[in-house]
């Protein structure tokens, strides 16, 4: 039988939002509850890679983008620095990429730029209920790991951005298997026009097989490391470390 994209959000969704709509903080104070959630994120994971594979999520065309395309989590960022490359339109700005690398790299935005670009029109689907479709372009995430080189014991790749949330640096990360998805990019370019600050200048992660919450914003530098114990609150994600919300958000 195939389960389609929509089908499967739909399912996650439902449960999801059962959770919400019935108290969520409530629940996560049950570390019974807390322990079945945990495992049946890997139960998930592993049903949903099992019957996509390495499909790609679904494509639209530019008829069917939406008119208006909210903005996801933070819409400012207060930091200093930020605000001073904002006013350059990021003139000095480089993407940071180290960790369990070969070679650490700098990468400013025309680098990023002279990249292969992959341009896609895909469907954020956002855990509020919301979903939206919009077109972007930037280098596939894979290309610039690739470029680093990963040493051997890589298992994950961490974004650290640039804004600040319940006074704790924002963060996000996925694994390897998704990192080098075709449709995994670092987006410079949103409908034919460079990031805005609200959708994440001067990049942001989009890695379409997962609920918004992963598309990580303001990316300002990428950590590649064996494991997510120890970093920030240990769950891989800033809602993860501080919501309870799974690291895995496969749709």
Excluded at 196 to 206: F, K, N, T, Y
Aim: net charge positive; charged share 20%.
């Amino acid at each position: 039988m195939i389960v389609s994209r929509r089908r499967l959000l739909g399912m996650g969704a439902a449960g999801a939002g059962g959770l919400l709509l019935s108290g969520c903080d409530r629940l996560n104070q049950s570390e019974a509850v807390r322990q079945g959630l945990a495992g049946a994120e890997g139960l998930t994971m592993r049903a949903q890679r099992l019957l996509v594979g390495d499909a790609l999520a679904r494509e639209f065309t530019e008829a069917e983008m939406s008119p208006d395309f909210r903005v996801n989590g933070s819409s400012r960022v207060e930091d200093s620095q930020y605000r001073r490359l904002l006013a350059s339109q990021f003139a000095g700005w480089a993407l940071q990429v180290g960790g369990l690398v070969h070679r650490p790299l700098a990468l400013g935005l025309d680098a990023l730029k002279a990249m292969p670009q992959r341009t896609q029109i895909t469907r954020h689907d956002c855990v509020e209920g919301w979903s939206a479709i919009g077109k972007w372009q930037g280098p596939q995430l894979g290309a610039i790991l690739t470029q680093a080189g990963l040493l051997p014991q890589a298992r994950y790749v961490v974004f650290h951005c640039a804004d600040v949330l319940d006074g704790k640096p924002y963060y996000e990360s996925i694994d390897l298997i998704d990192a080098f998805h075709a449709q995994t990019i670092l987006a410079w370019r949103m409908n034919d026009a460079p990031l805005s600050e609200g959708h994440g200048a001067p990049v942001r992660l989009r890695v379409e097989r997962q609920l918004g919450y992963k598309q990580a914003k303001y990316v300002m530098r990428i950590e590649v490391t064996q494991t997510l114990a120890g970093l920030y609150g240990g769950k891989g994600g800033h809602w993860e470390d501080l919501r309870g919300y799974q690291w895995y958000a496969g749709i």
